[in-house]
């Protein structure tokens, strides 16, 4: 059996997509100082026949070089226009010839970082529409072990020159292709249906995995802001320290520490897993050092995915001289610790990138390779700061305009209902960003953000970028939802809203005459920011400035428009429609009522039955995605609009609040006024609302709660 001596990048194999547009750097090694010959033959994939004066096929590149000292050669293609024929690349050696056929020249675009990005075809739902086939036909995947290493194996300090396992696929793989990333699936398909050419994805996220895991050891040492940061919060892991982490925490059996002995905590809860060091000198190391256990010291393993260095080792330098289209990066919910260095952290990544995919000559702008960033799905966070990943999301839509390159970011806000098909969506709509960043003028090249705010009497102007076809409401909505509105004294109120001529918002609040601020979305779980454009972008949440304020908390049941929210009922629990509204006294039911209101889609009509002359309803309060109590210091009074549609005078109280307000008899909208106590603060845990009424049953209408200063 003969011995291959042509050996070829992991990435330099049969199914290949390479980009089109740029020149293509190929290394490769062989015996030393011989004569190494490179052909590139393209043939017709439709079957016609070709002739031989045709210079567009057959041979239509042909290079000679000789390997170096080590036996390594370089060649390098010229770029080449997008197209469905096969290429085949012929490397020839003194009595060797290698041959690596199916290859096509189309776009290629990079995933990486965590979920969405890693959640493979196998877990996720199908499309409700049915596939083409033009387009399946096109679209190809390099894939690998999602670890990047071998079962068993673990991350190594230094790059590695190799992927294990790692080939192309595509759609006929059959079980291999349950792997890869529905999301990049899903953007490859929408891209090739649109471009009519190959359309390939490097597959490389990997949930759970740090930003600084995807960055070279040699580009955190050039920072020394970066690295200075990852040694403070103990993120820094040398190479002779990194034997430490092959030791099991199983195998340690540390003793009891003695009473000066301190512990570095980790910097919050997504990091529980990491490194703690307990000295018993009572100093706490800066950075890893390689120990061996000893009595009083204890060691915690950080995950491979965490460790700094460890996936561009092992998933990103073995693809070195690669081209790209461009790149889409998710960070992981652990990433919102580094908010303030998270810029620092994607300029690092950045000039990786760069220096591994290239391209090495850029001739046009067109060939600057692109980013698209995808905002964090919202969720309850688990750190004290309730905004933590609120302005973790925000940070990168600054970052954003920062960059000097083509730029989109995507918001997962608008899907929190548990969604099978949500990867196959969230790839499309990465497509419709990608076609808008390189190809089409007119699409848009990013979620719509805020771009100008005008103040005009007591109404606010809101412009936005990327509105393409026009804002729409979201499905199955009457009422633009999710914005608030300040006045002098910075403490948000839920505000009115209207979609002007499909492009522009105007935002108002009746009770605030001079609006200082506004704010959309901005809340930890901003299930009513809902509205998107017509190629079904969200418009991402945002707020007026970054200045000191009280912003609004949920106060969804304060519309009465909506019988049902989206929220969590337990912290372990996905997102779920769940009731906004409960009895808690007496029988009775509540339903929505659209004709009879005062403001907004609808009124809560309310048929009851007393127990002991008394009625109570309110909202439930206590589904951790709202964060209760609510917080409402800065109000002092509630007001309520109540419709009275029996023949008998009732009394209405509210838990927490002072005194009873009458509800008149007589066939109109009133509106009732209580105070909170002026020795306490609004903080509620329940919001309970009791209609006395003599009667043996009775029916009441209520509309537009709202808390005044």
């Known amino acids: 059996m003969s011995i291959c001596t042509i050996q070829l990048p992991v990435w330099l194999s049969a199914g290949m997509v390479f980009q089109q547009g740029v020149s293509l750097l190929l290394e490769g090694s062989a015996m030393c100082h011989v004569p190494v010959k490179l052909e590139v033959v393209k043939d017709p994939t439709d079957g016609r026949k070709v002739s031989k004066l045709d210079t567009d096929y057959g041979i239509i590149w042909s290079h000679e070089t000789r390997s170096d000292d080590e036996g390594r050669f370089t060649f390098e293609l010229p770029s080449y226009k997008p197209s469905n024929d096969a290429y085949t690349f012929v490397f020839t050696v003194p009595g060797e010839t290698i041959s690596v056929k199916d290859l096509r020249c189309g776009d290629l675009w990079l995933m990486i970082g965590s979920n969405p990005l890693a959640t493979p075809v196998s877990r996720t739902g199908a499309p409700r529409t049915p596939l083409k086939d033009s387009a399946l036909r096109l679209v190809r995947f390099f894939t690998s072990p999602r670890s990047g290493i071998k079962q068993g194996d673990d991350y190594l300090p230094q790059p590695s020159p190799d992927i294990p396992d790692a080939h192309w ?83 340690l059996e540390p003793a009891p520490l003695p009473s000066n002995t301190t512990a570095v905590k980790p910097t919050s809860s997504a990091y529980r897993v990491q490194e703690e060091f307990l000295l018993k000198t009572g100093k706490t190391p800066s950075e890893f050092t390689k120990i061996t256990p000893e009595k009083g010291i204890q060691v915690r393993e950080i995950p491979g995915p965490m460790r700094m260095t460890a996936l561009y080792n092992h998933k990103i330098f073995p693809l070195r001289h690669m081209n790209i289209r461009g790149i889409v990066f998710a960070p992981d919910i652990a990433d919102t610790e580094h908010t303030e260095e998270y810029e620092a952290a994607l300029r690092a990544l950045l000039t990786d990138l760069s220096q591994v995919f290239g391209p090495k000559k850029i001739t ?58 949500f990867p196959f969506y969230i790839g499309r709509r990465l497509s419709s960003i990608a076609l808008g960043l390189h190809f089409t003028p007119k699409m848009p090249t990013s979620s719509p953000e805020c771009v100008g705010v005008e103040i005009v009497g007591n109404k606010i102007l809101i412009s936005f970028d990327n509105t393409c076809d026009g804002l729409r409401l979201a499905e199955n909505e009457s009422v633009l939802r999710g914005f608030a509105v300040c006045g002098e004294d910075k403490v948000y109120r839920p505000a009115s809203a209207k979609i002007l001529h499909g492009v522009r918002v105007m935002v108002w609040h009746d009770d605030i005459p001079e609006p200082r601020g506004v704010t959309y979305g901005y809340k930890p779980i901003p299930h009513d920011a809902t509205f998107k454009t017509r190629a079904d972008l969200p418009v991402l949440p945002f707020r007026f400035d970054r200045a000191d304020a009280t912003y609004s908390p949920d106060l969804t049941f304060t519309s009465c428009d909506q019988l049902t929210f989206i929220g969590m009922d337990k912290d372990s629990d996905d997102y779920a429609l769940l009731p906004i509204y409960r009895v808690v006294k007496g029988d009775g039911r509540i339903y929505s009522e659209q004709l009879n209101k005062t403001e907004g889609s609808a009124a809560l009509r309310i048929e009851y039955v007393p127990e002991d002359g008394e009625f109570s309803f309110g909202p439930i309060l206590e589904y951790p995605s709202l964060l209760s109590p609510i917080r409402l210091e800065s109000f002092r009074s509630v007001r309520i609009d109540i419709f009275n549609p029996d023949l008998g005078e009732k009394k209405l109280t509210v838990s927490g609040f002072s005194g009873a307000a009458t509800i008149e008899k007589g066939l109109k909208w009133q509106t009732v006024s209580l105070s909170y106590p002026k020795d306490s603060k609004m903080i509620l845990k329940d919001f309970v609302i009791t209609i006395s009424d003599s009667q043996c049953k009775g029916s009441v209408y209520v509309d537009n709660i709202r808390f005044m200063p």
């Open 169 to 251: 696929i595509n759609v006929r793989a059959g079980k291999a292709l349950g792997a890869v990333s529905s999301t990049a699936f899903s953007m490859a398909y929408h891209l090739a249906d649109q471009l009519h050419y190959p359309v390939g994805v490097i597959d490389l996220a990997i949930s759970d995995s740090s930003v600084f895991s995807w960055i070279s050891r040699s580009t955190i040492l050039g920072d020394d802001s970066l690295c200075e940061y990852l040694k403070k919060n103990h993120l820094f892991l040398p190479e002779e320290g990194w034997d430490m982490q092959k030791e099991k925490a199983a195998n």
């Open 364 to 421: 046009a702008r067109q060939h600057i390779p692109s980013l698209i960033l995808i905002q964090l799905k919202p969720t309850i966070p688990e750190s004290s700061d309730p905004y933590q990943l609120v302005n973790f999301n925000e940070n990168l839509c600054a970052i954003r305009r920062k960059l000097p390159m083509p730029i989109g970011i995507l918001g997962q806000h608008d899907m929190l209902l548990p969604d099978k098909s």
